[in-house]
């Protein structure tokens, strides 16, 4: 017969155990395997609205799930292998950008990606269609391509006085063409000389700023394209060279140093990347989710690049930007 001191020796056992049995059969915590072209402090404010996006989802960092980031720096070499580690860690989602989104893609086949992409996904081979992606990959998709009249209005307005006006396109981008077109309507309704410079290299980048400053163009606008954005600190430093007004597509360029930016709105795209992603972790399949489209767009204006040039902001268009920098 068991004696009462051991009943309750064993009775305290079990209880104290109790609940390290039950938290080794609680389900791992799943990760997210987030993989960005930037470093940290640059890409602060998207993955602070990723997070937002998770949250809204019912996820929080650190509590039922886990964000393992993966910073490139500006080393898209190292991406490859980035996105082959993310898979070897077996994370539940990969979350990427439009530099980093291939990498991801040629890493798995089976691991859900959600990427933020400037480019058209289906001529990469990421979605078969918008509303039914059909594979591992969905996410969001930035209408840039289609802003040039609007960002020729507003480069119009910040330097009015500027009679012929640069278009920077790139000939190997699919929307070449059309973003022409629509900057030479622009220039008919606005009453300004259009210059269109074509670059496909870096030394044609060059060029083409040496022959805009030839014939006297008083500004430029940076046309969308993937070349572009990776060579946007060329752009900005070429422009702070010739002193030229520039308006560039990405956010990014204007908190590098660039005079303005307007294109769509890269936190909100991120916010909705990370309710995509929450939505996974539930259990939906990507090849379901349709490819969201961003609609928000964001006017972003340097005032210390702005006050470098010599150039008055107006106060009606400061007070529309979505971000001022100083």
């Not at 400037?118 to 918008?130: E, H, M, Q």
């Not at 539930?282 to 702005?306: F, M, R």
């Amino acid at each position: 017969m068991m004696k009462r001191r051991e009943f309750i020796t064993l009775i305290g056992g079990a209880i104290a155990e109790w609940p390290l049995a039950a938290r080794a059969q609680q389900p791992a915590m799943p990760v997210i395997g987030f993989l960005h072209h930037a470093s940290p402090d640059v890409a602060a404010m998207v993955g602070a609205a990723f997070r937002q996006g998770l949250r809204e989802a019912g996820f929080v960092d650190g509590q039922n799930v886990r964000i393992e980031y993966r910073w490139a720096e500006e080393r898209y070499d190292r991406l490859p292998e980035f996105a082959a580690d993310l898979v070897r860690r077996d994370v539940a989602v990969i979350v990427t950008n439009t530099p980093t989104m291939q990498a991801a893609k040629g890493a798995t086949s089976t691991i859900p990606i959600v990427f933020v992409s400037a480019d058209d996904p289906i001529p990469l081979g990421l979605v078969a269609s918008f509303n039914r992606p059909g594979g591992n990959a969905t996410g969001i998709y930035f209408l840039i391509a289609t802003l040039e009249g609007k960002r020729a209005e507003l480069l119009h307005e910040l330097v009015p006085t500027a009679a012929k006006i640069g278009l920077l396109v790139d000939p190997n981008f699919p929307s070449a063409e059309s973003q022409s077109r629509e900057m030479q309507e622009a220039a008919r309704s606005l009453g300004f000389n259009l210059l269109i410079e074509r670059a496909g290299t870096p030394r044609d980048i060059d060029t083409a700023f040496a022959t805009l400053v030839r014939e006297r163009a008083g500004a430029l606008a940076v046309a969308a394209s993937r070349f572009f954005f990776f060579h946007r600190d060329q752009l900005v430093a070429l422009a702070a060279h010739h002193g030229m007004p520039v308006v560039y597509p990405w956010r990014d360029a204007a908190v590098a140093g660039g005079l303005m930016s307007y294109g769509a709105s890269p936190s909100e795209a991120y916010r909705q990347a990370g309710i995509y992603t929450g939505r996974i972790l539930k259990g939906e399949k990507p090849a379901d989710l349709p490819v969201q489209q961003a609609v928000k767009v964001e006017l972003v204006i340097n005032l210390k690049t702005a006050k470098a040039l010599g150039i008055t902001v107006p106060l009606p268009l400061s007070g529309r930007a979505d971000e001022v920098i100083e």
